[in-house]
T-cell receptor, first 112, second 113 residues
């Protein structure tokens, strides 16, 4: 399974945009990029996923580099509720099990 | 209903006890997962069930025994655990398709004494 690298921690101010980076230099052409987050004392929750093109949903945007070796999760206006551990995960599209291998993730602190 | 429920929320057991964790979903998902999460670490995949059949066992010790009695239920039977097995046990489910978006339960906090 291809590996992802994320900063251990990041800080943001409330109501400002947050850009969470992820490096995945060994990504293969069939790997989807998934983002999950885990709020304190909760199970992880799905945020967004993409393959090649940038993606938007109600929670966030995902910007994927042209060579796909990196991606950035964008929270447009951080709230205190967005303080969580954010995981960037690669999932092989040929896998028929949905298997996810979590990396260490980025702990996001949001300051009021 | 996009909820995955897990019971109990907390469990304390001795090393000679036998106990079970339960997970339930009513989203019609045919893939279900068990993860183990130690404090301040990411979740680690333990088992994957696909259409009620075990499809992945990530070399988990036999003192953990999963069971999928039907498409909505997933159990994890515990026997002769060690103190290092104390962790948060997370259950998840997903449908098949491009997304494989996994829905996680809140977990069972297990303490082995």
């Amino acid at each position: 399974d291809a590996k992802t690298t994320q900063p251990n921690s990041m800080e943001s101010n409330e109501e400002e945009p947050v850009h969470l980076p992820c490096n995945h230099s060994t990504i293969s052409g069939t790997d989807y990029i998934h983002w999950y987050r885990q709020l304190p004392s909760q199970g992880p929750e799905y945020v967004i996923h993409g393959l090649t093109s940038n993606v938007n949903n109600r929670m966030a945007s995902l910007a994927i580099a042209e060579d796909r070796k990196s991606s950035t999760l964008i929270l447009h206006r951080a709230t205190l509720r967005d303080a969580a551990v954010y995981y960037c995960i690669l999932r092989r599209s040929s896998s028929n099990t949905g298997k996810l291998i979590f990396g260490q993730g980025t702990t996001l602190q949001v300051k009021p | 209903d996009t909820e995955v429920t897990q019971t109990p929320k907390h469990l304390v057991m001795g090393m000679t006890n036998k106990k079970s964790l339960k997970c339930e979903q009513h989203m019609g998902h045919r893939a279900m997962y068990w993860y183990k999460q130690k404090a301040k670490k990411p979740p680690e995949l333990m088992f994957v069930y696909s259409y009620e059949k075990l499809s992945i066992n990530e070399s988990v010790p036999s003192r953990f025994s999963p069971e999928c009695p039907n498409s909505s239920l997933l159990n994890l039977h515990l026997h002769a655990l060690q103190p290092e097995d104390s962790a948060l046990y997370l259950c998840a489910s997903s449908s098949y398709g491009q997304t494989y978006e996994q829905y996680f339960g809140p977990g069972t906090r297990l303490t082995v004494t």
